[in-house]
């Protein structure tokens, strides 16, 4: 290895889906990272969407319910990291952990700023144009709004 040369940063989003695991692997098996290079696992933790909206006027979460759900949502993230750090033990990169709180969207192009990523490795989901439509797609947005490149990885389809 030469002096001075430094090393590749990729960020790979981890979520509880086997898409963003299977991107992961993907990138561990497929980019010949070195001992040089710096793999950043960053996970968006954010409360279920069927809580999301709770908070509306005149709704308040008790304190016991809130902290219920922080901590179903911190175990959550701590499942995903455990299994992404599994996935990446077998190899000699350097690994970071980032855990973010919110939209995982915004989350992870700041992350890509905040870690100044070379790239972006993150899971297709694979969800129809209605779907999509209204639910958003990661991908998408984070292949139009994240400032370095996007490598979007798919499952493949087994039939």
């Given at each position: 290895m030469m002096e001075g040369v430094k090393g590749r940063r990729v960020?790979?989003?981890v979520d509880v889906s086997e898409q963003s695991m299977h991107?992961?692997?993907?990138?561990?098996?497929?980019?010949?990272?070195?001992?040089a290079d710096t793999l950043i696992l960053c996970h968006a933790k954010r409360l279920p969407?069927?809580?999301?909206?709770?908070?509306?006027?005149?709704?308040?979460l008790t304190p016991e319910v809130s902290l219920s759900l922080e901590k179903y949502v911190d175990?959550?993230?701590?499942d995903v990291m455990n299994k992404a750090r599994e996935i990446c033990s077998g190899s000699?990169?350097?690994v970071e952990?980032?855990?973010?709180k919110g939209d995982?969207?915004?989350?992870?192009?700041?992350?890509?700023?905040?870690?100044?990523?070379?790239?972006?490795?993150?899971g297709s989901h694979g969800y129809g144009t209605i779907k999509r439509s209204?639910?958003?797609?990661?991908?998408?947005?984070?292949?139009?709004?994240?400032?370095?490149p996007v490598l979007i990885v798919k499952k493949p389809h087994h039939h």
């Open positions: 960020l790979v989003a991107a992961l692997k993907w990138a561990v098996d497929n980019l010949q990272l070195s001992s969407a069927a809580y999301e909206g709770l908070g509306g006027p005149g709704f308040l175990r959550i993230a701590e000699q990169v350097k952990e980032e855990i973010v995982a969207r915004e989350s992870l192009c700041e992350a890509v700023q905040k870690f100044e990523a070379d790239f972006l490795v993150i209204f639910l958003g797609s990661v991908s998408d947005y984070c292949a139009h709004h994240a400032k370095c």
